[in-house]
């Protein structure tokens, strides 16, 4: 689409909305929020600026391809369960613990690491199906 | 509440049914999403609604109680997501279906593996 | 013993890798692993004939009541050293004969897998745990039968043998799960402790029958017994192991190890020896016409299956012991005519007897070989068949006149195919044939020669088997026998017999061409029949296959779906009134303000636009509508985690719908107004089926709420606030994990779509 405003806004939609998509991910487990919610929105402002320009430069802000993205997002998932097993407890307990980051009390746990495989593996997918649709239209 | 909103899932229902059955593969296709609308909002319902208090602990409280049922809340928020994904593969498959036996009639596509 | 078991499944799986490792070495591992079981059973076999049984148990589904048990007495250790001796000479032997053949790997896998399965039929005490090994069998001598699969005719013959042992193998099930149902235990031991509450039951010769259906098929009696020879497209080794010596012996073994729980009555004797004595002699009577090597040892392995199943039915205890001995005998010799045939064909390039002769000057070892084996397999002394026959008789004329005449004239026939098969293709004048013969190499030769001297060992020394067959006849018999076997009786009336045999057996030999001639009436009735129904019923089978396919998969999806749903509809509509309590509905419209009315409406009204419109934009729009208004009321009602995921994916939805069908033709008018109006009535009634559903379910509730367990420990034990994010990554943590696998498969779904352009070549 060729639309000066929208290429402007969308770049700096961009940014923001990646920021904001962060946040919803890491505040998810005490609010409203969480690895479905932010995944989505992160991909919703890829759309967008895929719309605004198209899916080739969007493409640029992605490390790697869309199905690595799910792959990775699968591996933090499954991983995540792991860790309860060296404690003899079952796949997938919780474990929780308090970590000193440059002064920060982090309270960091293996459903974040699980959430964040929820957000990669939402975003991977979202991803696929636009970009798959896309280049195919483009190609044609 | 639970009145309008049993009329308005009966509505989805049915018209997503309908859609089903028509002969357009786009057609069959708006009709899932039909259907996944009526059975999120059938989930929601059933379980009971409360109005404005979501399931979210406030800071300093260990529990609470008298706020929205957040087991149904958890098992809709994965069916959203999933029914886009199934609709998307089912989207893209109407979508390769159609350019390679070149219509979107289902009764035209019922012979084409013979 | 689990180990000894189940090691032949790993080794089996891990075959074709080894394989490719090191061709070379591969087989001699393959050949070494059983002759090392082999092993280890014969450590046991002072323990056992000593009358202990040893016993290794596993729990494997306790909930149900179900174990792995083995259970090694003197019937088990009988078939395991029969399984793995016999197991090494075979796979040692397909080295050579297979040697070269692209599919070699897949040989080794099957046919180890075969051999652990049959390992674990005879070592089972559990009867699942039977059922599941006995299945096994059947399956991977289907793969072998069907070896070679780009031949029409080798896989006919394996789907033929799959149908028929799987059929029964049914019936075994059924029959399994009935006698665990009346005995209350899956456990063999058990159950044959307390026969008698089995045996009184109404349904035993339910069970009975359907027992013997199994074992029936899987032994080849009449008759089932047609697969048998079709079987022998299989490579020979392959027949030889499976098809003579061990899977076929399977439903004697059967029948032996639970003579002690369905055994000894009235229907049991007549049934079993009846079908026994049928087989032993029809077969035994097919033979003499055919002209293929391994069709001839094929119906006298029926024929012989016919005879231990007569003892077993017999099942007294001469009975007992003589089906034990010629089983032994008949392992010995039948295995090595079968790898004698395999390597004539394979050095000559024919099977058929006609055109066979004079091998012995050009293949001398074989011919030695198979000389040891057709002199035991006529009964003639000094080999270890002798004994059998004598044992065969000694229980015979215990029994009954007509057992008895069958008996003998099946010995006399079997005499005579014995000549036909193990002598004549080496008596006489040369002949041409496709190859030049030579002996083959040691590998092939070593089972004919290491099983004939054991058939001349054995007829020496009989005393050197005997403790062995004593502890299993006593495994069968359930209390304690001695055997004593003896080459030399003494000149009696048993004696007298065989020499009559003998000379009969010759008598047929020597004027075989008019016998053939004169009894020829009767062949097309054994023959023909059973397995003339058996291609009637596959055609019926696939008629009404073809027939059903065609009315039920029409290719008319809503056909389908108008058939579902309405039948869903009827059925939901028909339980709620006559079952539910129409009463509790409340229809209560007080409680709903002004802004719920406004988004409730405006998602009807999308739902009802979105079925009326003419245009696939308009009906996109109008789904928006409907998504955004569901998203509205999870705000109203307390979901924002909802909401806004209904928010996102219904924008992302809209967008796809409009890049996708963007593509796609416009809407046209399909269907007639009869068949609107009738998918209209079909979904009218299911919507309004689940309207009354959710009043019903708002206004009763049946159980307890699970929700407040999460709600109180969504902080203390997940750690979170949102406790619709706990129950999402922690309480309910594994159903995500295969929600979002199933998203991952959809998107990799979409992508290969969009990619994969079969035939046109393109690709990224």
Avoid at chain 1, 100 to 109: E, Q
Avoid at chain 3, 451 to 478: K, N, R
Avoid at chain 3, 680 to 686: D, R, S
Wanted: net charge neutral; charged share 10%.
């Amino acid at each position: 689409m060729n639309s000066l405003i929208l290429r402007t806004a969308s770049r700096f939609l961009l940014i923001l909305l990646f920021q904001f998509s962060i946040f919803l991910l890491l505040r998810g487990h005490n609010d409203p929020g969480g690895g479905f919610v932010g995944g989505l929105v992160l991909a919703a402002a890829l759309t967008l600026y895929a719309i605004a320009y198209d899916v080739r430069s969007m493409r640029r802000f992605l490390p790697c391809r869309a199905q690595t993205i799910i792959a990775w997002g699968l591996l933090a998932a499954a991983v995540s369960g792991i860790f309860s097993m060296f404690k003899g407890q079952p796949f997938m307990t919780g474990q929780w613990g308090h970590f000193d980051f440059l002064g920060l009390d982090l309270h960091l746990g293996t459903p974040l690491l699980f959430d964040i495989g929820v957000y990669l593996t939402v975003v991977g997918v979202v991803l696929i199906v636009i970009i798959s649709l896309a280049e195919e239209v483009e190609d044609d | 509440m639970e009145a309008l909103l049993a009329i308005v899932i009966g509505v989805l229902y049915a018209s997503g049914v309908y859609m089903l059955m028509r002969r357009s593969i786009v057609k069959l296709i708006i009709g899932l999403a039909l259907l996944a609308h009526g059975a999120s909002l059938l989930v929601f319902t059933a379980a009971g609604l409360t109005r404005a208090v979501p399931p979210v602990i406030p800071y300093g409280e260990k529990a609470v109680t008298a706020v929205a049922d957040p087991l149904p809340q958890a098992l809709i928020l994965t069916a959203i997501v999933i029914s886009f994904g199934v609709q998307a593969f089912a989207m893209v498959l109407a979508y390769r279906a159609y350019q390679t036996v070149g219509t979107d009639d289902l009764d035209d596509m019922k012979a084409t593996d013979t | 013993m689990i180990f000894a078991v189940l090691s032949g499944f790993v080794l089996a799986l891990l075959a074709p890798t080894l394989y490719r490792l090191s061709a070379r070495w591969s087989g001699a591992v393959f050949s070494v692993f059983p002759a090392i079981l082999a092993f280890y059973f014969l450590s046991h076999m002072e323990a056992v004939a000593g009358g202990a049984a040893y016993r290794v148990t596993y729990p494997w589904m306790p909930a149900m009541g179900l174990e792995l048990s083995f259970n090694l007495d003197g019937l088990g250790l009988l078939f395991a050293l029969a399984i793995t001796v016999v197991g090494t000479l075979i796979i040692t032997y397909a080295g050579s004969y297979l040697h070269g053949h692209p599919s070699l790997p897949r040989f080794y896998l099957f046919i180890l897998m075969f051999m652990a399965s049959m390992l674990g039929v005879v070592l089972s005490d559990n009867l699942i745990a039977l059922f599941i090994f006995w299945e096994l069998t059947s399956i991977t001598s289907y793969f072998l039968i069907g070896f070679e699969h780009d031949k029409d005719t080798a896989r006919a013959a394996a789907l033929q043998a799959l149908l028929v042992t799987g059929g029964g193998g049914l019936a075994l099930m059924a029959g399994v799960l009935l006698m665990g149902q009346i005995g209350g235990t899956f456990e063999i031991s058990a159950l044959a402790a307390d026969n008698a509450a089995l045996q009184g039951h109404r349904l035993y010769p339910l069970v009975l029958a359907l027992v013997l259906a199994g074992a029936f098929t899987k032994s080849a009696q009449v008759p089932f017994h047609f697969w048998l020879p079709s079987a022998m497209e299989a490579p020979t080794p392959v027949s030889a192991y499976l098809h003579s010596a061990t899977m076929v012996k399977a439903g004697v073994y059967l029948l032996a190890r639970l003579s002690p729980v369905l055994g000894g009555s009235d229907i049991w004797l007549y049934v079993v020896t009846g079908f026994g004595a049928a087989t032993m002699l029809a077969s035994a009577y097919q033979a003499l016409y055919q002209t293929d090597l391994k069709k001839i040892l094929a119906y006298s392995t029926v024929s012989v299956l016919g005879t231990l199943t007569m003892l077993i039915g017999l099942g007294d205890k001469l009975a007992i012991k003589a089906a034990m001995v010629f089983l032994m005998a008949h392992v010995l010799y039948k295995a090595a005519l079968f790898l004698v045939a395999g390597s004539i064909d394979h050095e000559t390039g024919t099977r058929d007897i006609r055109h066979l002769g004079g091998l012995r000057k050009t293949m001398p070892i074989i011919c030695a070989g198979a000389g040891v084996g057709a002199l035991s397999m006529a009964g003639l002394p000094p080999f270890f068949g002798f004994v059998g026959k004598e044992a065969l008789y000694e229980a015979v004329t215990h029994g009954n006149l007509p057992v008895t005449v069958v008996a003998v004239l099946t010995s006399m026939l079997l005499f005579a195919v014995a000549w036909l098969a193990g002598i004549r293709p080496f008596s006489g004048a040369e002949t041409h044939t496709p190859k030049h013969p030579h002996d083959p190499p040691w590998t092939m030769w070593l089972g004919p020669v290491f099983l004939g001297c054991l058939s001349v060992l054995f007829g020496f020394v009989p005393v050197l088997p005997e403790s062995l067959l004593s502890a299993a006849a006593s495994s069968v018999l359930g209390k304690e026998v001695h055997m004593h076997l003896a080459l030399w009786h003494g000149f009696n009336a048993l004696l007298v017999l065989s020499l009559v045999t003998f000379g009969l057996g010759a008598l047929v030999y020597w004027q075989l061409e008019t016998i053939k001639r004169v009894t020829e009436f009767a062949l097309p009735a054994v023959r023909r029949g059973p397995s003339h129904w058996y291609a009637l019923w596959l055609r019926f089978l696939n008629w009404s296959a073809v027939g059903q396919t065609r009315v039920l998969q029409n290719g008319y999806l809503r056909l389908y779906l108008a058939t579902i749903m309405t039948v869903t509809a009827v059925l939901a509509w028909y339980t709620f009134l006559t079952y539910g309590d129409v009463a509790v509905v409340a229809m209560d419209w007080g409680d709903i303000g002004v802004h719920e009315w406004v988004v409730g409406l405006v998602a009807l009204v999308g739902a009802i636009a979105t079925v009326r419109a003419q245009t696939f934009l308009r009906a996109v729009m109008a789904l928006g509508v409907v998504g955004y208004s569901v998203a509205l009321i999870f705000v109203l009602y307390g979901a924002p985690d909802l909401a806004m995921t209904q928010f996102l994916i219904e924008t992302l939805s809209l967008i796809l719908f409009v890049f996708v069908f963007y593509y796609m033709p416009p809407f046209k008018r399909f269907s007639s107004r009869v068949v609107i109006a009738r998918h209209a009535v079909i979904g009218t009634a299911v919507g309004a089926f689940f309207t009354l559903l959710v009043l019903v379910a708002t206004s009763v509730q049946w159980h307890p709420t699970i929700s407040t367990y999460f709600s109180e420990n969504s902080y203390l034990m997940g750690q979170g606030r949102n406790i619709v994010n706990v129950i999402l990554v922690d309480f309910r943590g594994f159903d995500t994990l295969g929600e979002i696998t199933v998203l991952a498969v959809a998107g990799i779904g979409v992508y290969s779509l969009i990619r994969l352009r079969l035939g046109k070549g393109r690709g990224s």
